[in-house]
């Protein structure tokens, strides 16, 4: 059981540019989400999804879509990539007893 | 707003020594807390959830308080080790259990 894994680890953008987070997990759970963490702040939801083919807006979904075509899968997409973007980016998925299992995260910088 | 609030921002203890973070929430009504460990450059990991009608729950060393009533909870860490050193943080969940809301975390340092 790898749990949730993600990629890339590491990335640099150029403001402008476009980029794929990808995430998937391997323990068949429906809901996953996607949370973005500034230095010094709590994480903030973006999207969540709920089970294949259903998406939502989370807290702070300006800039970035997703797409959950199987359940293992639930990748970020960023179209026009600002500075405002630079975070680390975390994956989660959430099992039946509400329990959360989180990703390494995705260190992005926008330049 | 729903808001979690840690304290202290930070803390640096010696190691063997028990330390104690503050969790306050303003989610109402809510349906359980949490409290999650991350390490540097690593996600969350979770220590400890409780429901709204439990006071206390163990995981080792790690002693996780409820009040309910005053919307505060506590995590006690007992007999501290180096890889102690970890931001900890306190997730409350919404009614539905679906929203979480995210503490800034405690900075914990445990020096030898």
Redesign the interface.
């Known amino acids: 059981n790898a749990g949730v894994t993600q990629t890339p680890k590491f990335r640099i953008l150029k403001i402008g540019q476009s980029m794929t987070l990808q995430c998937t997990q391997d323990m068949n759970h429906n809901y996953m989400y996607w949370y973005r963490q500034d230095p010094g702040m709590g994480l903030k939801l973006i999207y969540y999804s709920v089970g294949a083919g259903i998406t939502d807006k989370g807290e702070v979904p300006n800039g970035y879509n997703v797409s959950r075509s199987t359940t293992e899968d639930f990748p970020l997409r960023l179209e026009l990539a600002a500075p405002s973007q630079t975070s680390v980016y975390f994956c989660a998925s959430r099992d039946g007893y509400n329990e959360q299992f989180f990703g390494p995260g995705t260190r992005l910088t926008v330049l | 707003k729903n808001q979690?609030e840690q304290s202290p921002q930070s803390l640096i203890i010696l190691e063997g020594k028990n330390c104690t973070l503050q969790c306050n929430y303003t989610v109402s009504p809510f349906?359980?807390l949490r409290w999650y460990k991350q390490d540097t450059?690593?996600?969350?990991?979770?220590l400890t959830?409780m429901t709204f009608s439990e006071n206390t729950k163990s995981n080792g060393r790690y002693t996780a308080t409820l009040d309910a009533d005053t919307k505060q909870s506590s995590l006690h860490i007992t007999a501290s080790q180096l890889s102690d050193s970890a931001s900890y943080?306190c997730v409350v969940?919404d009614q539905a259990?679906?929203?979480?809301?995210?503490?800034?975390?405690t900075t914990l340092s445990v020096s030898s």
């Open positions: 979690v349906s359980n450059g690593r996600g969350p990991v979770s959830i943080i969940s259990g679906t929203a979480l809301i995210f503490g800034k975390g």
